[in-house]
Nanobody, 113 residues
Framework: QVQLVESGGGLVQAGGSLRLSCAASGSIFRINPMGWYRQTPGKQRELVAHITSAGSTNYADSVKGRFTISRDNGKNTVYLQMNDLKPEDTAVYYC???????WGQGTQVTVSS
């Protein structure tokens, strides 16, 4: 069983930045793609960004040019750098290991206008 633990969420003003981290336990992190999702009340969880084991990335259109996903296999950690945050980015952000369908507990991001 792999545990995913997110951190880095918080309250920020519009235009500000946050960096989310997701630390994974176990030795399988480096061979697995990883994703960041977000969810707001009453809505489905949506994919924000994805990174393959080799480091290729893709993003939701709504965050392209503002968010950057990266990984450090030596630290078993995936990051989400979020810049130029907007109120509509407010959500609970979740880390996901899709091939095993493991989820983190989520971290709240709130962007004030």
């Amino acid at each position: 069983q792999v545990q995913l633990v997110e951190s880095g969420g918080g309250l920020v003003q519009a235009g500000g930045s946050l960096r989310l981290s997701c630390a994974a336990s176990g030795s399988i992190f480096r061979i697995n793609p990883m994703g960041w999702y977000r969810q707001t009340p009453g809505k489905q969880r949506e994919l924000v960004a994805h990174i393959t084991s080799a480091g290729s990335t893709n993003y939701a259109d709504s965050v392209k040019g503002r968010f950057t996903i990266s990984r450090d296999n030596g630290k078993n950690t995936v990051y989400l750098q979020m810049n130029d945050l907007k109120p509509e980015d407010t959500a609970v952000y979740y880390c996901h290991m899709p091939l095993r369908d493991y989820w983190g507990q989520g971290t709240q991001v709130t962007v004030s206008s």
